[in-house]
């Protein structure tokens, strides 16, 4: 599809941040024994900046979810810090987005890598899990 026609135009971006408190900490989330910024919210900050660069551009009943991270980890950052992740849309594969994802903490660049979502129509996708529930409440 050429990417004029396409309501996800490449170089799209998205933010989000998160001031560094105990609750966002390895030592809080088990992740790590120390508190400072863990892994998994840096992720989790990640994805949300690619959902805010998608944010405008869904059709009706479209959502997207996230189905590949590969990011790196580069630099530990203090309690009180804020954290900032962008991401931006580099390509497109039919329903498949790919974005360049970093997190910076004011002083380092802390993360960085890809993220792919895929797009999704929510009442299908939400019939499909709720036919997963019931089979496996089913008794075995």
């Known amino acids: 599809m050429p990417e004029s026609d396409s309501p996800f135009p490449l170089g799209l971006t998205g933010e989000a941040s998160v001031q560094v408190t105990a609750e966002v900490t390895a030592r809080h989330l088990g ?8 892994t998994p919210e840096m992720v989790r900050l990640m994805e949300r900046a ?21 990011v790196k980890h580069l630099a530990a950052t ?5 954290v900032t992740a962008r991401a931006e849309l580099i390509a497109t594969d039919g329903r498949r987005l790919t974005f360049r994802v970093s997190a910076h903490d004011g002083a380092d660049l802390i993360g960085e890598g890809l993220h792919e979502r895929s797009l999704i129509d929510l009442a299908r996708f939400e019939a499909r899990v709720a036919a997963k529930a019931q089979s496996q409440s089913q008794p075995g």
């Open 31 to 38: 992740s790590g024994a120390v508190a400072v910024f863990a």
């Open 78 to 82: 203090p309690l009180g810090a804020t």
């Open 50 to 70: 690619a959902v805010h660069a998608l944010a405008d551009h869904l059709a009706p009943g479209q959502q997207s979810v996230g189905t590949l991270v590969h």
